[in-house]
């Protein structure tokens, strides 16, 4: 499979690589993966660890999703192996801050990697999508659906790029093409770790979550290997939440806890 994936250095792009190589590997095929990061040394890294585990052919292309020549990154795979299968469109970044202190410039940068970059980069690809009827995975949010503080600017480019999935997987299905997202919830990545070294702050958060863990950057993996496979041919427009049943809680949240003292048996 001929698979573009983006923020591949590490964490969530990293393990997203790792499973479709392996599992390429598996079938017997071999590995074809452009990878983009602007952590250029990881992404080597990344690259000479597939090459030697799965003899996977990989190209690197090292740039920030904003300033990276999309139109070069789909040329690089339609020239190397004349055609391309799948897009899984994962990198972005969060900035801290509250609305009333955003800067104009930040957000406007927040809203050209989480949104803009990923329209352009599906675009780009998309006659090579179609010819070879082939999937779009954007990575989203648990945080699309729900404000997050204190970073007040990730959660609307998160929604954004959800509808921008919806949309475009309305508009492309005609032409054979899937497009479906993954919605992370809590998980250990590189830039999540310092928060889950205070064990007492882990520790709440996975009591929140049903599963109680966190969630680890292999769970979001699989998630996208399933959307990218053959048994989801009939899954579009679906934001795939993978966040260990955190999405629906808010109903037995500690603000409901007051009930319990006022309920009668009858009641129940």
């Excluded at 055609?83 to 994962?90: F, I």
């Excluded at 989480?114 to 070879?132: D, E, G, I, S, T």
């Excluded at 479906?180 to 809590?186: D, K, L, Q, Y």
Aim: proline share 6%; aromatic share 6%.
């Amino acid at each position: 499979m001929r698979t573009i994936v983006t923020g591949a250095a590490r964490g969530i792009g990293r393990a997203i690589a790792e499973r479709l190589a392996h599992d390429a590997h598996q079938r017997g095929e071999t590995p074809r993966l452009v990878l983009v990061d602007q952590l250029g040394d990881e992404l080597a890294t990344v690259a000479a660890h597939l090459q030697t585990h799965f003899n996977a052919e990989v190209q690197v292309i090292t740039g920030q999703m904003a300033n990276v020549q999309l139109p070069t990154v789909v040329a690089e795979a339609a020239a190397q192996w004349g055609g391309l299968d799948g897009l899984v469109s994962n990198a972005g970044y969060a900035q801290p801050g509250d609305l009333v202190s955003f800067e104009l410039a930040d957000w406007d940068q927040m809203f050209a990697v989480n949104v803009r970059a990923h329209w352009l980069l599906a675009k780009a690809c998309f006659p090579l999508l179609q010819k070879a009827q082939g999937k779009v995975v954007f990575t989203t949010s648990i945080s699309a659906s729900n404000p997050t503080t204190p970073l007040a600017a990730y959660s609307p480019c998160k929604a954004a790029l959800l509808m921008l999935m919806r949309q475009l997987s309305v508009e492309w299905a005609p032409h054979g093409i899937r497009v479906n997202s993954v919605s992370p919830g809590m998980t250990l990545t590189p830039g999540t770790a310092p928060v889950y070294q205070d064990t007492s702050v882990r520790a709440q958060r996975e009591a929140r979550i049903p599963a109680r863990r966190i969630g680890m950057p292999e769970d979001i993996a699989g998630a996208v290997a399933f959307l990218l496979g053959p048994d989801a041919d009939y899954v579009h427009g679906v934001e795939l939440m993978v966040d260990g049943g955190l999405q629906h809680t808010v109903m037995v949240s500690p603000v409901m806890d007051g009930w319990r003292a006022v309920q009668r048996p009858s009641d129940r």
